[in-house]
């Protein structure tokens, strides 16, 4: 097979053609599609997702996968498939919605990379859609290593060897570092967990900066979804320190936003890239699947230094 590479945006992403995920590939297809993955973050696979053969296919090139966090997300024929799905008729029982700019939606999430809450993170994901959405719907991607390079020198030097403390919060309306300012819950709404359901999530510290392993290149490593505070910094500056980064990180200038397809695949480089979920209008059903790849970049720890890294808890999907 011949790789063809297409641009998605200015700012990141590549296109790949000339694929037949019907059928076992060959090594140097296989290498080819992970040399583009490191070049770009985000991969499309644009109607190849035609069976979820085609997805277990693509997703084994990247590394070993993990089941879902959530067992009542499993494909009960595929542990390694989760199902996120909305149906206006079939709520889920931990979904909550929000009105963002004026718009109630379902499925709405803010810029984050996942598992930033704890202490090892996944290497990355491939989102499969099914049945995509009527109306909205799209995926956001931000390329942290280009924001990096568009810090300036100042802000360069001012957040290297920062740590930043995460906590889980599933409250998107509490004030999270870059998200839209005019976010709300509905009214009237279901908690975003059922109740009395608990999860043992001590905060962890990652570094404000890391290395991309495989190029040297340095990445801005900001999670708003669940970033606290910089490790040791005054709260007033570290607050008014995370909001700039995260201003700055989320800039929508830079993002590609997929608008999906039926069968489109998507892999993206969680240790690099940022993602973002638009959602869909209350009366919108979607559906898709996704494959999680383990990986952990072994710089993240537990905030109490007594707890051991490789403890880990119960997890959920943020």
Known sequence: MTVTRTKLSPYLGLELTGIDLSKEL?????????????????????GMGTSPEAQMRLSEIFGELEPAATASLNDPNNPYLMNLSYYPDKPSGYQKHYIVHGVTRAGWLGWHWDQSFMPTIVRGAVLRMVEPAARMGETGFIDAVAAYDRLSDAQKVRIEGLEVVYEFNPDFASGQFGFPKDIGALDGDKPAFNSGQKFDFPPVVHPLVITQHETGRKVLKLSPMHARYVLGMDRDESHALLDEIAEHLVDPCYAYFHVWGRDDMIV?????VIHSANGVPLECARYAQRTT????????RYLDATRNRDDIGRRIVD
């Open 26 to 46: 060959d090594a140097a297809t296989r290498q080819a599609i992970l040399d583009a993955w490191i070049d770009a973050g985000v991969l499309l696979f644009r």
């Open 293 to 300: 790849i383990i990986g952990d970049y072994k710089v993240g």
């Open 268 to 272: 993206w480089d969680n240790w690099r």
